[in-house]
T-cell receptor
Framework: AQSVTQLDSHVSVSEGTPVLLRCNYSSSYSPSLFWYVQHPNKGLQLLLKYTSAATLVKGINGFEAEFKKSETSFHLTKPSAHMSDAAEYFCVVDNYGQNFVFGPGTRLSVLP | DTAVSQTPKYLVTQMGNDKSIKCEQNLGHDTMYWYKQDSKKFLKIMFSYNNKELIINETVPNRFSPKSPDKAHLNLHINSLELGDSAVYFC?????????FGQGTRLTVV
């Protein structure tokens, strides 16, 4: 079965500094991968997706992620954090087209 | 218009009651899902429903039953509610390998 690991349960950055949220996946094939964001008491919003095209994927709100097959990683980055980025971030892998498997989430705090 | 909508957004009920959560998608997608998010924010698949084929997560108690009157709707019915059922339930739909989620229903069982 597919699985996802998010190495940090909580990441804290200062406003204006870079963001790095780490994700590793386990899959028997080259899967589709996603990052979703959940703001407090809100739903899940798709940030970006990787579906075997370009390995560097650009998403909304200045986020991007790089697929590295050799490292089985799909880390999410942003050059400069904004206060509005504070949220829960989920790395997600497609599960053989049947459903989507979520990582445990990383809570991003942005300090003024 | 909201792509995937769930009602109600909040639901507070007593143990032992039966309740339903409704989900509708206007994206024309073939596949719909129910996910449960626990108090630690962990999201787990409960059901997926594709072209009248229901795929059940075996860990879901049979008190939970999905009902799909048509392709655009997948409702979740829960019998004999228990305290442990308190969670946020998300409906989603997908096509072409990308999932779109509703805003969630926060269920509190007291």
């Amino acid at each position: 079965a597919q699985s996802v690991t998010q190495l940090d349960s909580h990441v804290s950055v200062s406003e204006g500094t870079p963001v790095l949220l780490r994700c590793n996946y386990s899959s028997s094939y080259s899967p589709s991968l996603f990052w979703y964001v959940q703001h407090p008491n809100k739903g899940l919003q798709l940030l970006l997706k990787y579906t075997s095209a370009a390995t560097l994927v650009k998403g909304i709100n200045g986020f991007e992620a790089e697929f590295k097959k050799s490292e089985t990683s799909f880390h999410l980055t942003k050059p400069s954090a904004h206060m509005s980025d504070a949220a829960e971030y989920f790395c997600v892998v497609d599960n053989y087209g049947q459903n989507f498997v979520f990582g445990p989430g990383t809570r991003l705090s942005v300090l003024p | 218009d909201t792509a995937v909508s769930q009602t109600p957004k909040y639901l507070v009920t007593q143990m032992g009651n039966d309740k339903s959560i409704k989900c509708e998608q206007n994206l024309g997608h073939d596949t719909m899902y129910w996910y449960k998010q626990d108090s630690k924010k962990f999201l787990k698949i409960m059901f997926s429903y594709n072209n009248k084929e229901l795929i059940i997560n075996e860990t879901v108690p049979n008190r939970f039953s999905p009902k799909s009157p048509d392709k655009a709707h997948l409702n979740l019915h829960i019998n004999s509610l228990e305290l442990g059922d308190s969670a946020v339930y998300f409906c989603a739909s997908s096509q072409g390998g990308v999932a779109f989620f509703g805003q969630g229903t926060r269920l509190t069982v007291v």
